[in-house]
């Protein structure tokens, strides 16, 4: 039974038909961590479909409300690629897309920020300078 646990699955049924399933550690914290990244991106995808802007409604990725629709639109596929990528056993793509765009999310947050980031510069903000002697 154990040996069939290491390579895939072991069922075991108690004498009342209760059936349990072994698997590796690694496979059930993946199959949790999937479960859960998936609830969070169905919850910001439909917040997404319907054009909230609160961050409550974006559940564990609250900070999608800062950005932009467009910027929305393109974090989804992002995160929608990490999820796939999760499924087949590899989360880094995941935790980096949710990294940087949470780190993004953030900078445009702040209005200063957001201006400096998104802003197009006005003449006068430039001045002449000299050359270094």
């Known amino acids: 039974m154990l040996a069939s646990a290491r390579t895939g699955t072991a069922v075991v049924r108690?004498?009342?038909?209760f059936t349990l399933a072994l698997v590796p550690k690694r496979d059930l914290d993946l199959l949790i961590e999937s479960r859960s990244m998936l609830l969070a991106f169905?919850?910001?995808d439909g917040a997404a479909s319907s054009h909230a802007s609160?961050?409550?409604?974006f559940g564990a990725f609250a900070w999608m409300a800062s950005l932009d629709g467009e910027d929305r639109q393109e974090c989804l596929t992002?995160?929608?690629e990490g999820l796939m990528l999760l499924a087949a056993?590899?989360?880094a793509p995941l935790h980096e897309a949710i990294r940087e765009w949470s780190a993004t999310s953030r900078q445009l947050s702040d209005p200063t920020r957001r201006d400096i980031l998104l802003g197009t510069p006005?003449?006068?903000?430039?001045v002449s300078v000299e050359p270094p002697v």
């Open 14 to 17: 108690d004498i009342d038909g």
């Open 42 to 44: 169905l919850t910001a």
């Open 54 to 57: 609160t961050a409550s409604a």
């Open 78 to 80: 992002d995160l929608r």
């Open 89 to 91: 056993g590899d989360d």
């Open 122 to 126: 006005s003449a006068d903000e430039f």
